[in-house]
């Protein structure tokens, strides 16, 4: 642990202090990453005192052009959110669900209901998805990517197959910011 924090105290110097000055008095700010950058994650790095995310409302993009997209769009409340969280290998997805959830009005889908039958029952009516799991990506072979479930393994293939007309889905687990 004493090691990553090591780390990404060392990437805040490098990255983020050079920008601090600049970005003081803001508490919202768009990332749009370049190349590998897009690998770093900006919330978890610190300075001595606090890391990110306690300052700063952050947001990643993928490009400028989306970010600008995202920011003139005038945003409607979603009507529906389906949010699982699956703790078996990812110890805090089922608080961060709970807290998703609350935030939407909803009930969260947690441990035994985080299934893959969930998801595939309630993703079309839903407008925003938020799944908080374990999820591999497979850089040899993207297409065997997958996310866990607490009744197994989904992988890729399926996911492509789900109908989600208009949905927005947040994927919050190991490895999904990862790309090839």
Do not use: M, N, Y
């Amino acid at each position: 642990t004493e090691r990553a924090r090591t780390r990404l105290r060392r990437l805040h110097a490098l990255v983020w202090q050079p920008l601090a000055p600049a970005l003081a008095g803001c508490t919202r700010v768009i990332v749009v990453p370049h190349a590998q950058l897009g690998a770093l994650p900006f919330a978890a790095l610190e300075d001595e005192s606090a890391c990110l995310a306690e300052r700063h409302e952050l947001a990643v993009a993928p490009s400028a052009r989306s970010a600008l997209r995202g920011l003139l769009r005038q945003p409607a409340p979603p009507a529906r959110a389906l949010v699982l969280g699956e703790s078996t290998r990812l110890p805090h997805a089922a608080q961060e669900a709970r807290a998703v959830a609350d935030l939407f009005g909803t009930e969260a889908h947690i441990g035994k209901e985080a299934t893959i039958a969930t998801l595939r029952a309630a993703a079309g009516d839903a407008d925003v998805i938020h799944l908080a799991c374990h999820a591999q990506f497979r850089t040899d072979t993207p297409v065997f990517s997958a996310l866990h479930l607490h009744d197994g393994v989904l992988p890729a293939e399926a996911i492509e197959a789900l109908h989600l007309p208009g949905a927005v889905v947040v994927l919050s687990g190991c490895e999904t910011a990862l790309s090839d």
